[in-house]
């Protein structure tokens, strides 16, 4: 991800311990979306694991984390 995500609002500080809960739980859910479809990709896990950790992300999360996978796995495929 080259400079500002589509998901975070400008003018965030740098020190991610400052941003609001929110925002640091949408970039733990990204980055652990990033690492499951490079591992899928990489076939060092089953499809099985990615449904998995979807069932296990919080209903508030869920859709977004779905997003990023989905945006991840787009980004794998080019």
């Known amino acids: 991800m080259a400079g500002q995500s589509d998901y975070l609002p400008p003018g965030l500080p ?3 311990a400052k941003w609001p809960q929110e925002y640091q739980l949408k970039e733990h859910y990204d980055m652990r979306a ?3 479809i490079r591992q899928l990709f990489e076939k060092r896990i089953p499809r099985g ?9 919080p209903d508030t999360y869920r859709e977004f984390f779905r997003e990023r996978l989905n945006y991840w796995r787009g980004v794998m495929e080019q």
């Open 14 to 16: 740098h020190n991610r």
């Open 34 to 36: 990033a690492a499951l």
């Open 49 to 57: 694991s990615v449904i998995e950790q979807i069932g296990m992300t």
